[in-house]
């Protein structure tokens, strides 16, 4: 067939177009990393969204040389189990389980891919690994965000010095979370203090289990327990109105409206994590990566609602504090809502 001038240069120009085109795809496919937690909530999201910010940094970014993929369980260790699944089926180059529930589902079926956990409090414990102080072999490694309990009920002493009683909301049905009530038990003792439990099994379980301490506890303690984070608000609003202090282990949780938390930037743990998740994509195996915990934490204070709640804050602990925060707004909940479905 003859080609005209006129219909060269029309060629031409469109495969101009094309080939960026094409090339973008290309690069797309280069690598896949698939990402999963249990439940939406400010600490995951944050540890999430270092996952992917570390990747970029180092060079993997979204939709352009990485494939991103990102499923959450809604709060249902079931759907976990489904999403791992899925995930086996499209064979990525890495997966990456936030949580203990999402990190276990993953280890049971998707044995052949590497994985990396974050935020795992005992991934001895949930039999993620065999040990934190070595690689284990095998194709998992990740981060631990054990929290320093022992700090925490020294914590809870100081802003308040009578307290005898502490409950502790949390649902039994998580490893991590029976973990950390079982290391409260353990250190609370030491600082003159004894232990109420109740259990929340799911999210909607959490108020009737934060009203059954009124009268009965001096202060709550909520632990990094995905379940009661997923509705935190419900704890706060049942503390303002019964005057009862609220201490977290989480420090997303004080700008949501505890009073203070000794615990670690989820974020950075994400961060961290990534790191793992880029020294795979070139080339390590998961199994030969030593798990990892996080050492460093930051105080925040929330002083505003330790008023709402009956106590004030000294000025030597606010003094020391890392962050001083204010509780967010119902506008400003729904503002960052709205952005992390962007």
Known sequence: MKLT????????????????????V?????????????????????????????????????GRNLKW???????????????????????????????????????????NIQQVFSAV??????????????ANGGNITGVSDLSPIDSHMKLIKTIVPNAKKVGVIFNPGEANSATLVELVKKYAPDHGMEVVEAGSP???????????????????????????????????????????PVISADTGSVKRGTIAAQGFNYYDLGRQTGKMVVDILKGKKAGD???QGVSKTELYVNPESAKLMGVTLSDALIKSAKKVVKTMTKAEREAAEKEKKQ
């Open 69 to 111: 993929s990102y499923e959450s369980a809604q709060g249902a260790p079931a759907t976990a189990a489904q999403i791992a699944k899925k995930f086996a089926g499209e064979a990525p180059d890495v997966v990456v389980g936030i949580s203990t529930p999402s990190a276990q589902a993953l280890a049971s079926s998707a044995r």
């Open 121 to 134: 409090t005992d991934p001895v414990d949930a039999k993620l690994v065999k040990s934190m102080d070595k």
């Open 5 to 24: 001038r006129r219909s060269l240069l029309s060629l031409l120009v469109s495969s101009a177009v094309l080939l960026p085109t094409l090339t973008q």
């Open 202 to 244: 799911k999210s909607s379980d959490v108020l009737a289990a934060t009203r059954s301490f009124v009268g009965k506890v001096d202060v709550i303690y909520v632990p990094t327990d995905n379940t009661v984070a997923s509705a935190l608000e419900a704890v706060i609003k049942v503390a303002i109105e019964a005057k009862i």
């Open 26 to 62: 290309t690069q797309a496919a280069d690598k896949h990393v698939a990402i999963t937690q249990i439940v939406e909530h400010p600490a995951l999201d944050a540890c999430r969204k270092g996952v992917k910010d570390e990747l970029a940094e180092q060079g993997f970014i979204a």
């Open 289 to 291: 990566i030593s798990p």
